[in-house]
């Protein structure tokens, strides 16, 4: 069965303090990966799709970067506004098949 | 504007009831979807629609059925709620169908339903 698990659950860092968030996942053959922010009380917003291992995609403090078993969320210098729930999502490779989210990474960031 | 629109925002009710959540999106999309996030904050898909038609129906009790008037609009109603229906419900779109999907989905503010 296909899988998408995030690490860690929650993260609290200084503003300026980078890190990582995890997204490991278990599909037989990917087609996409996907990474969506989600505020409170919001429906969570596009931020990148990957296709295949070593590809990486970057926009202002946040790099996604994907392996054949994981993907990571790089946040550098973060600010107060990159406070929010990161969800990380994979599609499987056939067709017209469902998209997967994982429950989510928890970040907030400490003026 | 908004891109993908969810009413009510918020919805309480009693066991038993029934009652529906409406979404209309204005981005000209072909497919719409209905998500439900539990208390663990994961996304579920439920039903996804491709020009009116039906092409995702997941293990949903048959007390939920989506309705699709046309294709900027998909319905979802749900006939004698339980305590377990409560959960925030939402409403996507995305340009393309699954199968050529970039993986961007539009997504609304979501419909807050508390069954009591």
């Known amino acids: 069965e296909d899988q998408v698990t995030q690490s860690p659950e929650a993260l609290r860092l200084q503003e300026g303090e980078s890190s990582s968030l995890n997204c490991s996942y278990t599909v037989s053959g990917l087609r996409g990966l996907f990474w969506y922010r989600q505020d409170p009380g919001k429906g969570p917003e596009f931020l990148f799709t990957?296709?295949?291992a070593g590809e990486e995609k970057e926009k202002e403090r946040l790099k996604a970067t994907l392996t054949k078993k994981e993907s990571f969320l790089h946040i550098t210098a973060p600010k107060p506004e990159d406070s929010a729930t990161y969800l990380c999502a994979v599609q499987e490779g056939s067709s017209a098949s469902k998209i997967i989210f994982g429950s989510g990474t928890r970040l907030s960031i400490r003026p | 504007d908004t891109a993908v629109s969810q009413t009510p925002k918020y919805l309480v009710t009693q066991m038993g009831n029934d009652k529906s959540i409406k979404c209309e999106q204005n981005l000209g999309h072909d497919t719409m979807y209905w998500y439900k996030q539990d208390s663990k904050k994961f996304l579920k898909i439920m039903f996804s629609y491709n020009n009116k038609e039906l092409i995702i129906n997941e293990t949903v009790p048959n007390r939920f059925s989506p309705k699709s008037p046309d294709k900027a609009h998909l319905n979802l109603h749900i006939n004698s709620l339980e305590l377990g229906d409560s959960a925030v419900y939402f409403c996507?779109?995305?340009?393309?169908?699954?199968?050529?999907?970039?993986?961007?989905?539009?997504f609304g503010e979501g419909s807050r339903l508390t069954v009591l």
């Open positions: 996507a779109s995305s340009h393309l169908g699954l199968a050529e999907n970039t993986g961007e989905l539009f």
């Open positions: 990957l296709y295949s």
